[in-house]
C-alpha cells in the first residue's frame, strides 16, 4: 500500500512554545489530508480535514486558531499546535487520501506523540 | 448520524483461543465502507480489511475472518487460534458520504490481550 510519513515521530515541547508536525505522503498525490488526535486508551478522534489549496474543515470543538493546519501541496500537510499546554499532550495520526470519493483508500502515518510539559 | 459501536472494551485470551470482536454500526446511506484497523502498542494503525455495503459476502484471511450483516448492522471479527502477537487495539470504522469528504469515524476500540 501507499506509504505516509510523520515527522517528528515523538517531540517534547514545553508549556507556551508552539510545535510543528509533518504529514507526507510518499509515493502518491493526496488531495485530501485528515489529522486525529489519540488520547492515552481512547479512540482517534477526527479533527480537521484539508483539501489541497483551500482551508481546512474543523471539526465541532476543534479550536481552528489554536491548531493551524496547512495543506500546501499534493504530498505534503502541516498541523502547528500553537501556544501548547500541557493538555495538548496527545498522539497526533494523519491520514491522506488520493480523491474525496468513498472508493479511495485512506492511508494513516505512523503518529506523533507530543509532550507538552 | 454516523456511528460505530464497540461494545467489547477489553478482551483477554489465552493463546490459541478463538476470539470474536464485535461492531456495530449505524448509518442512513446506502453506500458505504466498513473497516478494521490494528493498532499495536507503537501506535502505527494496520489496515486489516475494507468491505462494501454492496459484498455482504463473509472474508476469511488466514486466521482472521469477518462476518458482515446488514441486516444487524454488524461486521464482526474473528480471530482463530490467537497468538500473543495479535494483542492490541482493534478499531471497527465507518466510511460513508454523509458530512461530506467521506470521513472515516472510529469505534472505541476493543483491546485485546492474548496471554501465553
Known amino acids: 500500500g501507499a506509504v505516509v510519513s510523520q515527522h517528528p515521530s515523538r517531540v517534547i515541547c514545553k508549556s507556551g512554545t508552539s510545535v510543528k508536525i509533518e504529514c507526507r505522503s510518499l509515493?502518491?498525490?493526496?488531495?485530501?489530508m485528515f489529522w486525529y488526535r489519540q488520547f492515552p486508551k481512547k479512540s482517534l478522534m477526527l479533527m480537521a480535514t484539508?483539501?489541497?489549496?483551500?482551508?481546512?474543515?474543523?471539526e465541532q470543538g476543534v479550536e481552528k486558531d489554536k491548531f493551524l493546519i496547512n495543506h500546501a501541496s499534493l504530498t505534503l500537510s502541516t498541523l502547528t499546535v500553537t501556544s501548547a499546554h500541557p493538555e495538548d499532550s496527545s498522539f497526533y495520526i494523519c491520514s491522506a487520501r488520493e480523491g474525496t470519493g468513498l472508493t479511495y483508500e485512506q492511508y494513516f502515518g505512523p503518529g506523533t506523540r507530543l509532550t507538552v510539559t | 448520524a454516523q456511528k460505530v459501536t464497540q461494545a467489547q472494551t477489553e478482551i483477554s485470551v489465552v493463546e490459541k483461543e478463538d476470539v470474536t470482536l464485535d461492531c456495530v454500526y449505524e448509518?442512513?446511506?446506502?453506500?458505504?465502507?466498513l473497516f478494521w484497523y490494528k493498532q499495536p502498542p507503537s501506535g502505527e494503525l494496520v489496515f486489516l480489511i475494507r468491505?462494501?455495503?454492496?459484498?455482504?459476502q463473509n472474508e476469511i484471511s488466514g486466521r482472521y475472518s469477518w462476518n458482515f450483516q446488514k441486516s444487524t448492522s454488524s461486521f464482526n471479527f474473528t480471530i482463530t487460534a490467537s497468538q500473543v502477537v495479535d494483542s492490541a487495539v482493534y478499531f471497527c470504522a465507518l466510511m460513508s458520504t454523509s458530512g461530506g469528504y467521506n470521513k472515516l469515524i472510529f469505534g472505541a476500540g476493543t483491546r485485546l490481550a492474548v496471554h501465553p
Open positions: 468491505r462494501n455495503s454492496f459484498d455482504e
Open positions: 484539508s483539501n489541497e489549496g483551500s482551508k481546512a474543515t474543523y
Open positions: 509515493d502518491f498525490q493526496a488531495t485530501t
Open positions: 448509518t442512513r446511506d446506502t453506500t458505504y465502507y
